[in-house]
């Protein structure tokens, strides 16, 4: 199995506070993603990252922001959750030059 | 954007019946990869296929990158296959390694 972790697994959290949830790879690998998964509907990307301070949108990125500091910590901010936030992330690494995206085990948010 | 259209939706088997899942696209793609979603919400890599045949087990995958669908194949169905199946691909122009994916199968296989 990928080396990614995510913390924490669960959250609950009120509308208006901020979140953060962290990524960590042991793969060293470059490229590393968040996609967020609702009901009804595959993943959807929201922010990915191409190296250390390198990153880019994804097309549901309104309202997060992220940050690479170090090649094995990717994390996902919420500036200010609402409960449209509400939602299971997943961060992901892997892909590009035909190389496949493995999946961390997801962390579940409820924003109230 | 690409579109990425699995059918059918949903999927009810009984125990040793086989199955074909179809995953079609609307562009050309670098990388197509088929997931299984178990009911505990882990995303399980099945198969890496832009295109040709791989099997796995009870498991395999056709991708035709020129018709632009792919086929994932499970074979005397256990209900430890239940779950969703997503397939997902990354357009080949693009900046960066992003996977659109399907809207899934939700498949339920019964003892």
């Known amino acids: 199995d990928a080396g990614i972790t995510q913390s924490p697994r669960h959250k609950v959290t009120e509308t208006g506070t901020p979140v953060t949830l962290r990524c960590h790879q042991t793969?060293?690998?470059?490229?590393m993603y968040w996609y967020r998964q609702d009901p009804g509907h595959g993943l959807r990307l929201i922010h990915y990252?191409?190296?250390?301070?390198?990153?880019d949108k994804g097309e549901v990125s309104d309202g997060y922001s992220v940050s690479r500091s170090k090649t094995e910590d990717f994390l996902l901010t919420l500036e200010s959750a609402t409960s449209s936030q509400t939602s299971v992330y997943f961060c992901?690494?892997?892909?590009?030059?035909?190389?496949?995206?493995?999946f961390g085990p997801g962390t579940r948010l409820t924003v109230l | 954007g690409i579109q990425v259209e699995q059918s059918p939706p949903d999927l009810i088997l009984q125990e040793g019946a086989n199955s074909t899942l179809r995953c079609n696209f609307s562009?050309?793609?670098?990388?197509l990869q088929w997931f299984h979603q178990n009911p505990w919400g882990q995303l399980i890599n099945l198969f890496y296929?832009?295109?040709g045949t791989k099997q796995n087990g009870r498991l395999s995958a056709t991708t035709v990158a020129t018709e632009r669908y792919s086929l994932l194949y499970i074979s005397s169905s256990q209900t430890t296959d239940s779950g969703v199946y997503f397939c997902?691909?990354?357009?080949?122009?693009?900046?960066?390694?992003?996977?659109?994916f399907g809207e899934g199968t939700q498949l339920t296989v019964n003892p």
């Open positions: 296929i832009p295109s």
């Open positions: 990252s191409y190296g250390v301070k390198d990153t």
């Open positions: 997902a691909v990354e357009l080949k122009e693009t900046s960066g390694s992003r996977l659109t």
């Open positions: 793969e060293n690998h470059r490229y």
């Open positions: 992901a690494i892997g892909g590009r030059g035909g190389n496949e995206q493995f």
């Open positions: 562009d050309s793609v670098n990388n």
